[in-house]
Nanobody, 124 residues
């Protein structure tokens, strides 16, 4: 079993920045992708970003390109999401996800494990 614990959420004004972190513990895989999803009130959960084990491959939802950056530190089993130029539309619960293997399946929402989520609120 894998546990994912997110941190770094909070309240920020429009145009501001936040950095989310997600630490993985428990069972480990030799190769796994990690990523972020979000769910706004009244909406379905949507893909935000994903990163391969090596960090060489990253994927973003179109609306996040240029504003969000995903990265990881395998020594710490941690993935990060740097969010800049935040907009009120970015308000959501952000979830960390992990999938054994490559990131493309994760991008499609096929995660093996999910975190509990962290709230991000962007005020106008």
């Amino acid at each position: 079993q894998v546990q994912l614990v997110e941190s770094g959420g909070g309240l920020v004004q429009a145009g501001g920045s936040l950095r989310l972190s997600c630490a993985a513990s428990g069972r480990t895989f030799a190769n796994y992708a990690m990523g972020w999803f979000r769910q706004a009130p009244g909406k379905e959960r949507e893909f935000v970003a994903a990163i391969s084990w090596s960090g060489a491959s990253t994927y973003y939802a179109d609306s996040m390109k240029g504003r969000f950056t995903i990265s990881r530190d395998n020594a710490k089993n941690t993935v990060y999401l740097q969010m800049n130029s935040l907009e009120p539309e970015d308000t959501a619960v952000y979830y960390c996800a992990l999938k054994a293997g490559g990131p493309l399946g994760l991008k499609a929402g096929r995660a093996d494990y999910w975190g509990q989520g962290t709230q991000v609120t962007v005020s106008s």
